[in-house]
């Protein structure tokens, strides 16, 4: 999925969760792979494991799905 596809509610809650869980993450780039990711789930992926998600992303390697250390 997307962000422009996301309804203006949706990413309004998204956007608040980011900012939310901002403080985890050891840099912004962990962060933005973070919001990727639960856009991935949110996502029409058949499965939700690493390598789709990775894929829906537009990562060539699941590695930072994975980890999320960016």
């Known amino acids: 999925?997307?962000?422009r596809e996301l309804k203006p509610v949706i990413a309004s809650e998204l956007?608040?969760?980011t900012?939310?869980?901002g403080g985890c993450f050891k840099s912004r780039k962990s962060l933005e792979m973070a919001r990727k990711?639960?856009?991935g789930l949110m996502?029409?992926?058949e499965r939700k494991?690493?390598?789709q998600l990775?894929?829906?992303m537009g990562e060539k390697t699941?590695?930072?799905?994975?980890s999320l250390r960016g």
């Open 1 to 3: 999925m997307e962000e």
């Open 15 to 17: 956007d608040g969760l």
């Open 19 to 21: 900012e939310k869980i």
């Open 37 to 39: 990711y639960m856009l």
């Open 43 to 45: 996502g029409n992926a």
């Open 49 to 51: 494991n690493g390598w």
């Open 54 to 56: 990775a894929e829906q």
């Open 62 to 66: 699941p590695y930072k799905v994975r």
